[in-house]
């Protein structure tokens, strides 16, 4: 029985191996990552123990003081006049900013993921550059588009978390505006392209622009 069970237990460390050779072996550049966290395994998640904080919500209200201190609210606008050399949005750049955003990205607080705008916008182009234009129109977004959900992680290899400096925050936006925001973007950096406002050698965040640039550049 021991013999057999030895056998038996062998056979399998023996596939595992074999297994892991071949995984390996034919690894692509996507594979990679999924063998790295094979490896290493995900980090155990770490809740802030911090002091004077005792529930949920007092851990909360301590990471939001550390991380968005209060500032004096702004002054409001009176008066939103629109902008005369406003050039309109068009389909053709929403349908640029969309075709760069992943399905898989969280959304905000409205919880709308990308895959519902592009759908939309392929059955009905106009829909969205008239939500937006009047938004580019004014130069200001509402109050309702300023609001954003913050999820809080723990940075690895901490000896305590008991300090919100442990932690980092990454802030998820609404879907909509992150498409306005990346149409701006794209509109800005062919400005300062057209106004030789970007260094010749600048590779980094352009279109057009690759490592293999960088390394010709270098």
Not at 70 to 98: F, N, Q, V
């Amino acid at each position: 029985m021991k013999s057999s069970r030895r056998t038996y237990f062998k056979g399998i460390a023996s596939a595992k191996r074999t297994h892991w050779s071949d995984f390996l072996s034919s690894a692509t550049p996507r594979s990679l990552w999924m063998a790295k966290r094979f490896t290493f395994g995900r980090p155990p998640q770490r809740f802030p123990d911090l002091p004077g904080a005792s529930d949920p919500a007092e851990v909360a209200e301590t990471l939001l003081d550390h991380f968005f201190p209060s500032k004096p609210p702004p002054l409001p606008l009176l008066h939103l006049a629109r902008y005369e050399d406003y050039t309109p949005l068009t389909s053709e750049e929403i349908s640029r900013a969309i075709s760069k955003s992943s399905n898989t990205s969280a959304p905000g607080p409205d919880h709308i993921p990308y895959s519902v705008w592009k759908s939309v916008h392929r059955l009905k182009p106009s829909l969205l550059p008239s939500l937006l234009d009047p938004l580019l129109a004014q130069g200001f977004p509402p109050p309702s588009r300023q609001k954003a959900l913050g999820i809080v992680l723990d940075k690895p290899g901490k000896p305590l978390y008991d300090s919100p400096s442990a932690f980092r925050v990454i802030v998820l936006l609404r879907t909509l505006s992150k498409i306005l925001e990346r149409v701006v973007a794209s509109r800005l950096s062919a400005q300062a392209a057209i106004c030789s406002l970007i260094h010749p050698l600048q590779c980094g965040s352009l279109p057009g622009r690759s490592t293999a640039d960088a390394a010709l550049v270098l």
